[in-house]
């Protein structure tokens, strides 16, 4: 075989392997980007339990952690792109100068106290902030009065998880959410 049809069978040989290669080929897919997250801190009389409260991502995905047994258990569901654009919407109209650090905390709770640590994605970047005591307990005072972005966020928050949990939204968050 000539050098001529040796170089060219060379070109076809690779044209074909780049070829396979391509179709073989996936495009990067990016992770899904998390929406709003929370994760609960209780503490009661020494002890102390963290777990994945909720978090949705931009997908719909939803998860949490639940006591399953003798441990916790990551549980997924999903809610419509809609629900996620509405949330979003939501989130994007807070103030965000007014969620920090640590605030609250808003309801006195008997040998127990509840620490929420949120994140969520905002127009102008990552917010995380976190709210201590945020629901109420009945029976007991109120320590003082919870500032709407925070209740707003607080009530998102329950609203993804207690229909995956199968509780009542919380009395607070009853009402509209929105801050119009």
Same mark, same amino acid.
């Given at each position: 075989?000539?050098?001529?049809?040796?170089?060219? +069978?060379?070109?076809?040989?690779?044209?074909?392997?780049?070829?396979?290669? %391509?179709?073989?080929?996936?495009?990067?897919?990016? %992770?899904?980007?998390?929406?709003?997250?929370?994760?609960?801190? /209780?503490?009661?009389?020494?002890?102390?339990?963290?777990?994945?409260?909720?978090?949705? /991502?931009?997908?719909?995905?939803? $998860?949490?952690?639940?006591?399953?047994?003798?441990?916790?258990?990551?549980? /997924?569901?999903?809610?419509?792109?809609? &629900?996620?654009?509405?949330?979003?919407? @939501?989130? *994007?109209?807070?103030?965000?100068?007014? +969620?920090?650090?640590?605030?609250?905390?808003?309801?006195?709770? $008997?040998? @127990?106290?509840?620490? +929420?640590?949120?994140?969520?994605? %905002?127009?102008?970047?990552? =917010? /995380?902030?976190? =709210?201590?005591?945020?629901?109420?307990?009945?029976?007991?005072? &109120? &320590?003082? !009065?919870?500032?709407?972005?925070? !209740?707003?966020?607080?009530?998102?928050?329950?609203?993804?998880?207690?229909?995956? $949990?199968?509780?009542?939204? *919380?009395?607070?968050?009853?009402?509209?959410?929105?801050?119009?």
């Amino acid at each position: 075989m000539s050098s001529f049809s040796s170089f060219i +069978l060379s070109i076809l040989v690779g044209i074909n392997l780049i070829s396979a290669a %391509a179709n073989n080929a996936r495009w990067p897919v990016s %992770a899904p980007i998390v929406v709003l997250e929370a994760h609960s801190m /209780t503490r009661n009389q020494g002890s102390e339990m963290q777990y994945l409260l909720v978090r949705l /991502t931009d997908d719909g995905k939803v $998860e949490w952690d639940k006591y399953v047994g003798s441990a916790w258990k990551r549980q /997924t569901s999903s809610v419509s792109a809609e &629900r996620v654009a509405k949330i979003q919407r @939501t989130l *994007d109209s807070i103030d965000k100068s007014r +969620l920090h650090g640590a605030m609250g905390p808003y309801n006195v709770y $008997e040998d @127990t106290s509840v620490e +929420l640590r949120i994140q969520m994605a %905002a127009r102008q970047g990552e =917010v /995380t902030f976190s =709210v201590t005591n945020p629901w109420s307990e009945p029976g007991m005072p &109120r &320590r003082k !009065r919870m500032p709407k972005e925070i !209740r707003v966020v607080v009530c998102e928050v329950d609203g993804l998880w207690a229909p995956v $949990e199968g509780v009542s939204v *919380d009395p607070m968050c009853k009402a509209t959410t929105s801050l119009h």
